[in-house]
């Protein structure tokens, strides 16, 4: 019978008989595996028994049960058919990946590191326990785990080809079904962490049973890994992690470049219907104050090559240490001055509150008044920093990168950032500008195109000043036209529904301080009012030169031009608010990264089958 199977088929999976004697007999290393064959029943002919000797642990869940049974009807043996218990997970590698050779001249051949453990697996079908199965080079002692390989020296490395799990956590396996399922969820019907582990446990019958529930934790933890894998592996990044706080250290990494480079749009994955909604032609930005994040509450100048940058709030933008009001470097610093470093110690030490007064529940929205932010600044300024301590708005936003290119025009940007002329009372617009007694972000600045392709993003600090949306749209905008022949810059459009108030700053209104031809970049576009905000002006200037239809005029072939493409995104954006402000800023940011990134894949997806990608009900969502 076995001469009518695929002989080599069987042989490529005679790991599992070496499993099940592992399993068996306790050995730790393959050497005793083999000393333990003495113990088996001849139920197997020499080549087969050969064969398994020199075989390893790369096992297939199906193979198992499948290969004791073409054992007994060959044979006639009696043996029991293996349990599920004995289904072995293992990394995907047989041989070492660092080049080792053995005396032969091959390459080295792993060996079982542990004695094999119990691991739970996630998939569709439920939680099944399996055996995780870990493996060692003898001559290098790189360590080869299901996800990773490496040592402690030098670091652990992901392997080059996806598994089809995640590993969330030392217990549990996560099937890649269940984690795409997730994101699907999160960005079609915002499914919180904790709202698909009560749906997983719920649709598995957990709730009646005596299993283990499916907790928030573990729903977490296998999307930061999967999803720092996707990005990792998208960006072709090679990164070495020593542990598992090296996770966030790498998403702060993440961010770093992130803000500095604009999201992908390839001219082939622009078709004909994103066109016709202007993309290519068409952006347009505004700010999303609903997305929010707890910050320092420490005060931090900007500063470029030591001078300092005006017009830019001056707040320390790091994550807060957990259970403080500061970040790590300024948290060492109050210490050190023996100054109480929680939000309401530090309040009650500044003198903000009495000591005897009874601490609110929800003292942290409590309005920041001006006598109360002078103590607060009191006690800062008898505090000496460090330059180095902290991060400032202008490094946080990655707008730090463009403007040193031009350090010696820092003064002349920064003071140019302030209105030309008094703002004028018919256009007026609420920056959202908000002071509370927790340091909260103010949202976020967007640039969509057209079509509804988010081309790049960034934190906004204490309110939607014109200072940072300037210096942003300047950083977003050196990166595209540099890309476009400079003829064609007279044909692109930028919509802002406060462009009224941002062409007065002075800025904006000369050459900028940057080479030629990028000094006069901004005033080579066109810009607009969106068709949603423009009723709001009065003034004759936005009923005429910032009028949308003058991208009607210039483009009368687009069909289905759409200057609302950011207030669209922000009817669906929005309602991430009881998600993402919840989180640290580390994992906020990383969270709207992938959510970014993953939204342009189906935006793009949905013109490629010739949909328009699903968006709410404008009128049922308000996104300011």
Not at 65 to 93: H, M, N, Q, W
Not at 303 to 325: K, M, R, W
Not at 444 to 456: L, S, Y
Not at 551 to 572: G, R, V
Request: hydrophobic share 35%; proline share 4%.
């Amino acid at each position: 019978m076995l001469e009518e199977v695929e002989v080599d088929d069987l042989l490529n999976r005679r790991a599992h008989l070496m499993c099940y004697l592992y399993l068996k007999y306790g050995s730790r290393d393959v050497d005793r595996i083999l000393r333990t064959m003495a113990k088996v029943p001849k139920i197997l002919p020499s080549k087969l028994f050969s064969d398994i000797c020199e075989s390893h642990c790369q096992v297939q869940d199906e193979a198992l049960p499948r290969l004791f049974s073409l054992l007994k009807d060959e044979y006639g043996a009696t043996i029991e058919t293996p349990s599920e218990d004995l289904c072995v997970v293992s990394p995907p590698t047989a041989v070492c990946l660092m080049g080792c050779k053995d005396r032969y001249g091959e390459r080295k051949k792993l060996e079982v590191h542990h004695k094999l453990s119990q691991i739970r697996y996630l998939s569709f079908a439920g939680i099944s326990v399996k055996q995780k199965c870990c493996l060692r080079c003898k001559l290098c002692r790189t360590n080869y785990n299901l996800n990773m390989f490496g040592d402690k020296t030098n670091g652990f490395k992901l392997y080059d080809d996806r598994r089809d799990f995640i590993e969330a956590s030392d217990e549990y396996l996560v099937d890649r079904n269940v984690f795409n399922l997730q994101w699907a969820l999160a960005q079609h019907c915002w499914v919180s962490f904790e709202g698909f582990a009560e749906s997983l446990s719920d649709g598995f019958g957990m709730l009646n049973g005596s299993q283990d529930l499916i907790d928030r934790k573990l729903v977490a933890n296998c999307f930061w890994w999967g999803e720092l894998e996707e990005e990792l592996r998208e960006e072709k990044k090679d990164v070495v992690f020593f542990n598992r706080n090296d996770r966030e250290l790498c998403m702060r990494k993440i961010e770093t470049d992130r803000c500095k480079s604009l999201y992908h749009h390839a001219a082939i994955d622009c078709t004909e219907e994103c066109k016709a909604r202007g993309c290519g032609k068409l952006w347009v930005t505004d700010g999303l104050w609903k997305l929010q994040f707890a910050h320092c509450m420490f005060h931090k100048q900007n500063t470029v090559d030591g001078v300092p940058l005006i017009n830019f709030p001056d707040v320390c933008t790091e994550e807060p240490e957990p259970g403080s009001a500061f970040c790590p470097d300024h948290f060492k610093l109050m210490e050190k001055s023996k100054i109480p470093t929680s939000l309401k110690g530090f309040l009650k030490y500044a003198g903000v509150i009495r000591e005897s007064a009874v601490i609110d529940e929800d003292i942290e929205n409590q309005p920041l008044s001006e006598d109360a932010q002078s103590k607060i600044s009191r006690v800062f300024c008898n505090l000496k920093t460090a330059p180095n301590q902290g991060q400032s708005v202008i490094e946080t936003q990655g707008g730090l990168e463009f403007v040193s290119d031009q350090s010696k025009s820092i003064p002349e940007i920064s003071s140019a950032c302030a209105p030309d002329v008094q703002r004028d009372n018919t256009c007026t617009k609420d920056l959202g500008e908000r002071r509370v007694l927790r340091k909260l972000s103010r949202g976020h600045q967007f640039v969509i195109r057209g079509g509804g392709h988010i081309d790049m993003w960034t934190p906004l600090y204490r309110s939607e000043s014109m200072g940072q949306v300037f210096i942003f749209i300047l950083s977003w905008l050196y990166l595209t036209v540099r890309n476009i022949p400079k003829a064609m810059w007279g044909g692109l459009f930028l919509a802002y529904d406060n462009m009224c108030n941002l062409k007065k700053l002075r800025a904006a209104n000369c050459k900028l301080p940057l080479p030629k031809p990028f000094d006069k970049m901004w005033k080579k576009i066109n810009k607009i009012i969106d068709c949603l905000h423009i009723a709001n002006h009065k003034n004759p200037e936005c009923q005429s030169v910032l009028h949308p239809d003058r991208f009607n005029e210039m483009y009368p072939d687009l069909t289905n031009k759409n200057t609302m493409a950011a207030e669209q995104t922000f009817s669906w954006l929005s309602r991430f608010k009881k998600i993402v402000c919840a989180m640290s800023k580390t994992h906020h940011l990383f969270y709207l990264h992938r959510l970014v990134k993953r939204r342009n894949q189906y935006v793009t997806q949905c013109y490629r089958k010739g949909r328009r990608p699903l968006l709410p009900k404008r009128r049922h969502c308000k996104s300011t």
